[in-house]
């Protein structure tokens, strides 16, 4: 395989690795990005050969939590650049939680009123944090699902056009752009130019498109892949099957190398694992993007597979993510 | 025993788009095989291969969540009421 870049190089065993003091910051929007990259190592031991890594980004340890904080920030700044959000305006826009949290957080920064449409079946966890930031929030019906939140979020807007500046994160190229801008760069960099593969989960889109943009003009080789729900009706929040969904103006099938498949209860138990072996407690789009990026790697014979791990778990905690624990502790006690 | 079940857009595709089915069924577990006659492919989506409804899966029966009530097992009457709901809203 490849040489390893030194700055890529794992430590020696006891090493202690050098502790980097955090720098200091005017503002929380200055701490978003340049999240860690963590190898998966205990969970991929045995299965993969030598010359195949897998690395995750932590996009958790974003300031807002999740991977959003990069796009909402983009969308939000680039608002104030065109005019479109100014003094007087109230941010609106439909989401399940992370964007809704981002912009949330953003926006008391910034200085604008939030406020957001979201299914009424979202995790509390999330309707408090929202609501911790100063946010208001509208509920849409849950059987409707993210559709339905779209679907309400035009109509308040539409009944008082003036009053909002609607993000629109499934139609704003600022979204892709954003990680055009951050994710890929990050990447690139942490992996010394060594990533072959790039497998991200689709809600928007988003990530998978810029991200895979800018890697794909480092090098066209990289392969860019997207996760999917294996089915309409699923339980991987903050994921799209596109097939059966309003498919957002940003994402362009035809720019991916494959979709993913991915089924909710393999998702699940892969938080399950990575809980318990790497030490990380993650969402369960990262039980899915940790399964997808696991069928890509157990397929190589070398290479480096790069996923996004969207958010961390805490979130999640009081979610059906977790009625299946105990019974899989059980199986793997038997094991 | 005939009742009401409000479906989710995810399922509705066997459903002909229809949002609210009838069927019918003196237990929950009834309900859904009858709505298996109606409806082929639906049960799939809700139980797993134990037959045991789906982690990601609420179901509702007169705005009560079946996994404090007897689950499969809830009894269900003339008249009542059960929602499906996947457990999350989907999107970012």
Redesign the interface.
């Known amino acids: 395989m490849a040489t390893i870049s030194p700055s890529f190089q794992q430590s020696p065993a006891g090493a202690k690795p050098e502790i980097v003091p955090a720098g200091r910051a005017a503002s929380v929007l200055d701490l978003i990005g340049n999240t860690p990259l963590l190898q998966i190592r205990r969970l991929t031991d045995g299965i993969l050969p030598p010359g195949v890594r897998i690395f995750a980004k932590l996009e958790g340890f974003n300031p807002g939590g999740s991977v959003k904080d990069r796009p909402a920030r983009n969308m939000l700044e680039t608002g104030v650049r065109e005019g479109k959000l100014r003094p007087g305006k109230v941010i609106l826009d439909s989401t399940s939680g992370n964007t809704g949290i981002a912009l949330a957080m953003i926006g008391a920064v910034m200085g604008y009123p939030v406020e957001l449409v979201m299914a009424s079946n979202a995790s509390r966890e999330r309707k408090q944090i929202i609501q911790a930031y100063g946010a208001k929030i509208h509920f849409s019906d849950p059987l409707e699902g993210s559709d339905g939140a779209i679907v309400l979020c035009r109509k308040i807007r539409d009944e008082n056009p003036e009053r909002y500046f609607k993000p629109d994160q499934y139609n704003n190229e600022a979204n892709a752009t954003a990680h055009f801008m951050t994710t890929g760069p990050e990447i690139w960099r942490q992996t010394g130019g060594e990533v072959t593969h790039f497998v991200a989960c689709m809600g928007t889109g988003g990530t998978v498109m810029g991200t895979g943009r800018f890697l794909k003009s480092k090098n066209r080789a990289i392969q860019v892949l997207g996760v999917e729900p294996d089915d309409p009706m699923h339980g991987l929040e903050g994921l799209k099957h596109m097939a059966s969904s309003i498919v957002p103006g940003i994402y362009h099938e035809n720019e991916l190398d494959g979709k993913i498949p991915i089924g909710t209860e393999e998702a699940y138990e892969m938080v399950y694992a990575l809980g318990e072996t790497e030490g990380i407690l993650v969402g369960q789009s990262s039980g899915a993007a940790m399964v997808a990026a696991l069928k890509v790697a157990r397929s190589l014979r070398e290479g480096t597979v790069v996923t996004v791990f969207a958010d961390s778990g805490d979130k999640y905690l009081s979610t059906n993510l977790w009625i299946g624990w105990n019974q899989w502790r059980g199986k793997r006690a038997k094991k | 025993m005939a009742v009401r079940v409000?479906?989710?857009?995810?399922?509705r595709?066997f459903t002909a788009g229809v949002?609210e089915v009838p069927a019918e069924g003196a237990s929950l577990k009834a309900v859904i095989d009858d709505l298996e006659r109606r409806h082929p492919g639906i049960r799939e989506?809700l139980l797993?291969d134990k037959g045991e409804i789906?982690?990601?899966?609420?179901i509702y029966l007169n705005g009560d969540d079946v996994?404090f009530l007897d689950q499969l097992n809830s009894k269900v009457k003339d008249g009542d009421d059960i929602?499906?709901?996947?457990?999350?809203?989907?999107?970012?």
């Open positions: 409000r479906v989710p857009t995810p399922l595709r949002d989506r797993d789906r982690r990601f899966v609420n996994r929602s499906i709901v996947p457990a999350i809203a989907g999107g970012r």
